[in-house]
Structures are given as structure tokens and as C-alpha cells.
């Protein structure tokens, strides 16, 4: 089966980090990343990858806190978390899309979505 596995939430205090990954069961998935979604508001892009040149992109919120990338040799994305804000808190959601980046990161198309990991950030 197609699937994207996550794994890595839980509950810090502000000021903390998490690592987040998500684990892909194919091979031509061209763009991965994060979105997440927090009760009461709408889902946000997070954070996102084309793995084949590289490039990367963030939300303005988390430009400078927030890495991502990929372990080939894994077939695994991570999102590396540091200075978690309390604004941070939301489900946070692995998606990717054999497709480059463009749709994926403006439109929040993706050909797959994971279950989702919470991620919890006490003040």
C-alpha cells in the first residue's frame, strides 16, 4: 500500500524542539512536506521540499525555526522543530505529490495525506 507514515509529535514546553518525519512507501513522490491544523482555523502550509533539486520552502511563521529534509537512503522527509511557540500547537500533516512543488505549496495539492501527529506547545 501507498503510504505515508508519521511519527515524532508529542507535547514540549515553549522554547523546546521536536523532530517530526514521515516515511514514504514510494520512490516518485517529487514534492513532501507539512501542513497542519489547529481547531477552529484552517489548515496551513508548513514547510515543504522537491526532492529532486533540493529546494525548499516555509511559511513565514516558521522561516528560521523550522528545518526540513530528506534521508534518501530512508526514503524518510523530517521536520526539525526548534523555539516552539504555544502558536505552534496544531495536528500537524505529512502529504506529498508526484508533482513538483508549485500546487503543492500554493494550493495545497498533494496526491497523499498521513493520519497526522499532534504536536503540543505549553507556555
Known amino acids: 500500500q501507498d503510504q505515508l507514515a508519521e511519527s515524532g509529535g508529542g507535547s514540549v514546553q515553549a522554547g523546546g524542539s521536536l523532530k517530526l518525519s514521515c516515511a514514504t512507501s514510494?520512490?516518485?513522490?517529487?514534492?513532501m512536506g507539512w501542513f497542519r491544523q489547529s481547531p477552529g482555523k484552517e489548515r496551513e502550509r508548513v514547510a515543504a521540499?522537491?526532492?529532486?533539486?533540493?529546494?525548499?520552502f516555509y511559511d513565514d511563521s516558521v522561516k528560521g525555526r523550522f528545518t526540513i529534509f530528506k534521508v534518501n537512503a530512508k526514503n524518510t522527509v523530517y521536520l526539525q522543530m526548534n523555539t516552539l511557540k504555544p502558536d505552534d500547537t496544531a495536528m500537524y500533516y505529512c502529504?506529498?505529490?508526484?508533482?513538483?512543488?508549485?500546487?503543492?505549496?500554493?494550493?495545497?495539492?498533494?496526491?497523499?495525506w498521513g493520519q497526522g501527529t499532534q504536536v503540543t506547545v505549553s507556555s
Open positions: 502529504a506529498a505529490r508526484r508533482g513538483g512543488c508549485g500546487a503543492f505549496w500554493h494550493a495545497a495539492q498533494a496526491d497523499r
Open positions: 514510494r520512490y516518485n513522490d517529487q514534492c
Open positions: 521540499i522537491d526532492t529532486v533539486d533540493g529546494s525548499t
